[in-house]
């Protein structure tokens, strides 16, 4: 059952025009165009369901996600079930070529249940009561009763329709997220800890118990209430994933032993609570739900990095592979702090987005709103008016656009840099005792997310790289804040740039081992500071309101093209430099000044940089200029692109296809490679200069 090292299941194209059961795929759809439909909410009205299977084709759509939140409609009490709605929907849908990605319901679980077993139930607070029947994922995942009930009804599910032709993919749950601290979750823990450790002496060296005498001599005596040790929240972080995993395996078991379908799940971006690398691996596709505010301000460009940031994730998650867009809006959000409607033009961009990160399909959470309930005014495709809106008509523009696009399906992204970003990162200083305690994360997604903007609004595609990955295929690795840094992580790095790589770290890099522990001998640790040519002696933290300016030496060879003066902020390190290593910028106040604050290195065949300071964006972006001239690093334009413009490649090897996106209201001047380029939707040809309108998005196909 386990599909995720081999081959992506291959998705086929459904024609909408087929009035029979077409033959039953091997695999999800190609292509697809599904929004989330909760039929469940209708059964009264049957001529409202009636109406969707009329609706579906006119908005260009070919599928629906089923089921997720329906439990309470298919076993309204225990053991009593109801799938003849189900069985309807399904059939009809095959009937039409609706292809159906079914979903488990664990994600929303039946007042019955809460009400006859309460251990069911979370605990949010240590040894707080437990939380009554309510919301959405309020369950227990280490309750015994819990798991036996997913598991009947998982299993009904895929015993009754795991075969059914108009079943694609199975959908699990939907969005795993949040933890339990009851006494049964607290008692998984100390198990998880006996097998990851061994031994109280093994765990109590790891966590480093001697700080203020918290040897522990038995297990029941851990407790992680306890926040004065940062090894034992970390870890504990570390075993909610691992518990949600494995609760996501038991769903999984259930399906598989009635339908071979591939298995999805619907992650959330960079959401903090779940460590997606270790979840990536047990499915067959990867999915996302993305809810970016796009709604047509004059410069999103800030939100366009965000949805492609999370799209490029799901990309790496899946090992390169295409994925699904599993939710989004083609209108308001309801939850927002605004209701701003999406401008014309903006939702065909944000989906075209997705598709440049590698999506395979852009879906909807939710196909019709409903009547009641917290999200009755979250946008949909068909709306408490009808259909005949405009946004109903941009779905279609969408779907019909799609069938251009067919050839992109499958593609995949070359990028010749890497960008390393880990949940272990960003756990390991949120639980680290270091100012300063906002935010929470000591600003390291804001910085991934500063490099992230620098490299991509220079038109060079990356890869997001987990802290186990190999660094080996790329040409650059950047790692911003590289905080938990493993011998073994530090020597792949090394033989990274010997081999001839491109190597730049910024401040924080290699404090800690795995457990927060810190390196002996100096910061970076783990060899880095040979491979850098730097020791670390102090590291000044700044307030909020204070900066201090750095100055780059003009003509520095090989390295053209920074400005003279820069600002840094927060985090100042102050550095002792090797005779070999060269000073590129150095800071021009404070204390320190003349101290070096820009550093590179030659190492084998390749560079090592480190960046000592958190600097301003313009500073990031001057300096991924200079690298990309530097070293003739692969970028999609020649030349840095106007503000607001969004360069997107995916190639099969054979073809290649650029998306240009405009992220501001006002035109934009493009320059493209050498072509010739063909658009790819009117089949027109492409000079290498125009102008994009605003909001404006385009996709092209490089000609032989």
């Not at 309470?72 to 070529?97: C, K, S, T």
């Not at 998880?192 to 966590?207: I, Q």
């Not at 499915?283 to 490029?312: H, K, Q, R, W």
């Not at 309101?545 to 780059?552: A, E, G, M, Y």
Request: aromatic residues 10%; glycine residues 10%; contains cysteine.
């Amino acid at each position: 059952g386990e599909k995720a090292r081999g081959e992506p299941p291959r998705l086929q194209h459904l024609a909408l025009r087929h009035r029979h059961h077409p033959p039953r795929p091997r695999g999800p759809d190609r292509g697809r165009r599904e929004a989330t439909y909760n039929p469940d909410q209708w059964l009264d009205s049957p001529g409202v369901i009636d109406e969707d299977f009329r609706l579906l084709p006119l908005a260009h759509m070919n599928s629906w996600s089923l089921g997720i939140f329906a439990w309470a409609a298919l076993e309204p009490e225990p053991g009593v079930y109801r799938f003849e709605w189900m069985e309807q929907i399904l059939d009809r849908a095959a009937a039409d070529g609706i292809a159906i990605i079914l979903a488990t319901p664990s994600g929303s679980k039946p007042a019955w249940l809460s009400q006859a077993h309460p251990e069911v139930c979370r605990v949010n607070a240590w040894q707080g009561p437990r939380l009554p029947h309510g919301g959405r994922h309020n369950h227990c995942p280490s309750s015994r009763v819990y798991r036996e009930a997913v598991t009947r009804i998982d299993t009904e599910l895929a015993r009754r329709f795991g075969r059914h032709p108009a079943v694609r993919l199975w959908h699990l749950s939907n969005e795993y997220n949040g933890e339990c601290r009851c006494p049964n979750c607290l008692a998984r823990f100390r198990d998880w800890l006996k097998d990851r450790y061994g031994s109280l002496e093994a765990l109590n060296a790891a966590w480093w118990n001697a700080f203020w005498g918290h040897q522990y001599t038995d297990w029941e005596q851990i407790h992680p209430f306890d926040y004065c040790h940062d090894g034992m929240i970390l870890d504990w972080r570390r075993f909610v994933t691992d518990l949600t995993v494995d609760f996501m395996l038991v769903e999984k078991a259930a399906v598989r032993a009635h339908s071979d379908q591939p298995v999805t799940t619907n992650m959330m971006g960079h959401f903090p609570g779940l460590d997606y690398w270790r979840l990536a691996p047990h499915l067959d596709l990867i999915s996302n739900d993305c809810y970016p505010g796009f709604s047509g301000l004059a410069d999103e460009t800030a939100t366009m990095v965000g949805a492609a940031f999370d799209g490029d994730l799901m990309r790496c998650l899946g090992n390169g592979r295409p994925w699904l867009l599993m939710e989004s809006t083609p209108a308001q959000l309801n939850w927002a702090q605004d209701f701003r409607l999406k401008r014309p033009g903006v939702h065909r961009r944000e989906m075209r987005v997705q598709i440049g990160c590698g999506a395979d399909g852009t879906c909807y959470f939710q196909w019709r709103k409903g009547r009641g309930g917290g999200e009755k005014y979250h946008g949909a495709v068909v709306d408490h008016a009808g259909h005949d809106t405009r946004v109903f008509a941009e779905v279609a523009e969408h779907g019909q656009d799609l069938t251009a696009l067919t050839p992109i399906l499958g593609s995949g992204v070359a990028a010749p840099v890497a960008l390393l970003e880990d949940w272990q990162m960003r756990w390991g200083l949120e639980t680290a005792n270091l100012p300063p305690k906002q935010p929470v994360d000591k600003g390291y997604m804001d910085e991934v997310r500063a490099w992230y903007r620098a490299l991509r609004t220079r038109a060079v595609s990356l890869d997001l790289l987990p802290g186990h990955g190999d660094p080996s295929p790329y040409r650059m690795v950047v790692v911003p804040m590289g905080y938990q840094i493993s011998e073994d992580l530090g020597q792949r790095l090394i033989s990274f740039v010997d081999q001839g790589g491109i190597l730049l770290t910024t401040y924080l890099t290699g404090h800690c081992d795995a457990h927060n522990r810190c390196h002996l001998g100096g910061f970076p640790g783990a060899g880095l500071d040979g491979l850098l040519g730097i020791r670390v002696e102090e590291m000044d933290g700044l307030p909020p309101d204070q900066t201090v300016t750095i100055r780059c030496g003009d003509g520095l060879p090989g390295l053209p093209g920074l400005p003279a003066t820069a600002l840094a902020r927060a985090y100042c390190e102050i550095l002792r430099c090797s005779a070999d290593t060269e000073v590129l910028a150095h800071y021009d106040s404070e204390f320190y000044a003349g101290s070096p604050v820009l550093t590179r290195r030659r190492h084998g065949a390749g560079w090592a940089y480190h960046l000592a300071a958190r600097c301003e964006q313009a500073f990031l972006d001057a300096l991924v200029d200079s690298l990309v001239a530097s070293h003739d690093l692969p970028a999609l334009c020649p030349q840095r692109p106007e503000a607001g413009l969004w360069f997107q490649e995916r190639s099969d090897g054979q073809r290649r296809f650029l998306f240009v996106h405009n992220a501001t209201t006002q035109p934009r001047q493009v320059q493209l490679a050498p072509g010739p380029w063909r658009d790819l939707i009117s089949g027109q040809a492409v000079s290498e200069h125009w102008v994009l309108p605003g909001i404006g998005t385009r996709v092209l196909e490089a000609q032989p």
